[in-house]
Nanobody, 120 residues
C-alpha cells in the first residue's frame, strides 16, 4: 500500500490551495483518512480527519477555513485550504487506516508529505 500526496506549493497569505492524496496497492477497505502537518521545529499535528461514512473532524486552527473530503471509490482524500496564513506553512501528510485483507486489522499508512508554504 502506498499513499501519495500532491498539490502543495507556494501561496500568498489569504490565498487558497488544495492538496490531494491517493492510496494505491492491495486495499480491501479504507477506514479513517486524514491530514496532518508538521511545521519546522514543531510536532506533527492533526489538521482534519474523515471517516468512511464521511464524518469530519477538524483541529481548531482549521475550522472554518479548511474542508476535508474523500472519494471512497478512488481511495482519495482532499484538503481544501482557504484564507491561508503564514502559520499554516508546514509539510502536510496524509494518513489512512487501511485493511488489505478482510481478516486483517486496519493499519495506519502515511504518505511522504507535501510542502505548503504561505508567504506573508
Amino acid at each position: 500500500v502506498q499513499l501519495q500526496a500532491s498539490g502543495g506549493g507556494l501561496v500568498h497569505a489569504g490565498g487558497s490551495l488544495t492538496v490531494s492524496c491517493a492510496a494505491s496497492g492491495s486495499i480491501y477497505s479504507t477506514k479513517e483518512m486524514g491530514w496532518y502537518r508538521q511545521a519546522p521545529g514543531k510536532q506533527r499535528e492533526l489538521v482534519a480527519s474523515i471517516s468512511a461514512s464521511k464524518e469530519k473532524n477538524y483541529a481548531e486552527s482549521a475550522k472554518g477555513r479548511f474542508t476535508i473530503s474523500r472519494d471512497n471509490a478512488k481511495n482519495m482524500v482532499y484538503l481544501e485550504m482557504s484564507s491561508l496564513e503564514p502559520e499554516d506553512t508546514a509539510v502536510y501528510y496524509c494518513n489512512a487506516h487501511i485493511q488489505t485483507h478482510p481478516r486483517e486489522e486496519w493499519n495506519p499508512y502515511w504518505g511522504p508529505g507535501t510542502l505548503v508554504t504561505v508567504s506573508s
